[in-house]
Antibody, heavy 118, light 110 residues
């Protein structure tokens, strides 16, 4: 398991964008996958997609396609998730997670609360 | 399918065994051996306790075990302990190359 440290709480207005960062201690950052999962208040987990830092292929959840973008900075072992055109139902805790595959995730960030409110 | 189906809540007494279910379809649980289970305590990040249907990560108690039959996966917790009280989520890889989570089951230890 590896330590994943995420950026802090964000408050945004509807229509704005948010970019959450996730810095890892994983020496194998390049060959593992970074997955993003969100959890609305009192609700369950929702898979958002993944990125491979190695050459950067991505796979996004169909409902977020067009609004979400996942990137990485290999030199700083940091992953980023940007969500555009925010709506109130995007209010959630956003987690990054990592693993050697895209099917399960063994290290998780502490979560970043994003609140969308006018 | 938007999510896998889990019972909203289950309860058990200390020392008992309980089984949590997770129902999907032939496009997810039934089609792949990529079912995982996560334990989440309030205010904490999820923790994987089972992956690839039956495998336990290093450090996870052997009181947790997973299985699958057809389109339904199961998580069994034996010798229930107070610390097991948490929310449990199943997940599965799908034929659409995405991951689906279940809605979660709240386990109460009486």
């Amino acid at each position: 398991q590896f330590q994943l440290v995420q950026s802090g709480t964000e408050v945004k207005k509807p229509g704005a964008s948010v970019k959450v960062s996730c810095k890892t201690s994983d020496d194998n950052f390049v060959i593992n996958y970074i997955t993003w999962v969100r959890q609305a208040p009192g609700q369950g987990l929702e898979w958002m997609g993944w990125i491979s830092p190695n050459n950067g292929p991505t796979n996004y959840a169909p409902k977020l396609q067009g609004r979400v973008s996942m990137t990485t900075a290999i030199s700083t072992r940091t992953a980023y998730m940007e969500l555009q055109s925010l709506r109130s139902d995007d209010t959630a805790v956003y987690h990054c997670a990592t693993g050697s595959t895209v099917t399960w995730f063994d290290s998780w960030g502490q979560g970043t609360l994003v609140t969308v409110s006018s | 399918q938007s999510s896998l189906t889990q019972p909203a809540s289950v309860s058990g007494s200390p020392g008992q065994s309980i089984t949590l279910s997770c129902t999907g379809s032939s496009s997810d649980i039934g089609g792949f051996d990529y079912v995982s289970w996560y334990q989440q305590h309030p205010g904490k990040a999820p923790k994987v306790i089972i992956y690839d249907v039956t495998y336990r990560p290093s450090g996870v108690s052997n009181r947790f075990s997973g299985s699958k039959s057809g389109n339904t996966a199961s998580l069994t917790i034996s010798a229930l302990q107070a610390e097991d009280e948490a929310n449990y989520y199943c997940s599965s890889y799908t034929s659409a190359h995405i991951v689906l989570f279940g809605g979660g089951t709240k386990l109460t230890v009486l």
